[in-house]
């Protein structure tokens, strides 16, 4: 490893990552001064960064699966981790998967900028593609206790893996993809795409090691699937679970145009306020293939279409932090210092309501 790329780099990320800690943390003083005028304290807000899935992932960390069978939609990539370093961090599975969120969280920083330098040689890009993606309005969950940070690492890891044809590298994010989240089997399509574009120009050896690249996410999350089988008798129930949550599957298109009737009806404070990130998101999506190879294209288009293919949007902004092609498309977009720079105010302004609506119980993330 190059330590003196690496302490570089780290520079460049660092700040960025502590300011959107800064911003979480001022979140949780609003969200308690908010807190102590109501009757009651929100539970959200007495677990701290262990909250919303973040509880989830702790129990699964104790227990195992076996305490609620809704769990299996949890995948385990993320709390078997924090079970295995837990004893580093005096037996707590609480604060390992904190610690661990942070720590990923850092690492995606640094990937992200090493390959937005490697597709477009642009340091000032790279940077402010760093600085959205911290200052993104659901990026709080890349500092709970959540499996996000992880698998985005995998994910930004694996494009620079197949865009460099690294693909034992490929092969190895793409099985902790598929380990750590159900979105982990997307990976293929865009590992299928870099794979086709070399395919005329590679050697057999490299042909062989990039099937086995597309096959990874799914080999990942196959051993879950058949260990779920072996434990439950059911290896859907990972994705059964999940539906039982977000309802239906609507077509995502119809899903936002009904959806703007929800902004001006009943449902205006609830999933009234995701129409407008869904919106922008879509503009994103469209645009990513303008400014960045198709891979980038699709697997950000994909995300998105899971995500506002269900009937619940609740989490609509998570799935968009995972599409983070959508964030690159936004740094190429913000080439004036002057847009970027009210940009990033907006960002943190969100990022800052978005936590605190969060540890008041009023948002889902």
Known sequence: MNWKRLRSDLQVVLWPWVMA????????????????????????????????????????????????????????????LGRFVAPLFAGSDSLALIV????????????????????????????????????????????????????????????????????????IAGIVLGLTRPLGIVMALPILIELVRVWPRSEWKERIQGAVAVLSPGIGTGIYMLWVNNAYGDMWLPFSTQSDLRGDFVFPLWRVIDGFTDVFGAQKFGDGLHIPFAV???????????????????????????????????????????????VLTAAVLLRAKKAEQLTLLILSAGLLAMTTLAWTGAYVP
């Open 21 to 80: 800690r800064v911003i979480v943390g001022m979140a949780f003083v609003t969200a308690t001064a908010i807190a102590d005028q109501m009757t009651a304290k929100p539970q959200q807000l007495t677990e701290g960064l262990i909250t919303w899935d973040g509880t989830w992932y702790r129990d699964i960390a104790q227990f195992g699966y076996g305490f609620d069978e809704s769990a299996l939609r949890f995948f385990p990539g993320f709390p078997l």
């Open 100 to 171: 661990l969120a942070n720590i990923f969280s850092l690492a995606a920083a640094v990937a992200l900028y090493r390959l937005v330098r490697f597709e477009k040689g642009n340091d000032a890009l790279a940077q402010r593609a760093v600085w959205l993606l911290c200052f993104f309005p659901a990026a709080f969950v890349l500092v709970f206790g959540y499996a996000e940070s992880l698998w985005l690492f995998g994910a930004i890891v694996c494009f620079g893996a197949i865009r460099s044809r690294r693909w034992l590298w490929a092969i």
């Open 280 to 326: 922008i998101f879509i503009v994103l999506a469209v645009l990513t293939f303008k400014y960045w190879p198709v891979s980038y294209g699709a697997f950000g288009a994909v995300v998105l279409f899971i995500a506002l293919g269900a009937e619940n949007l609740n989490s609509v902004e998570r799935y968009g932090l995972n599409a983070f092609p959508l």
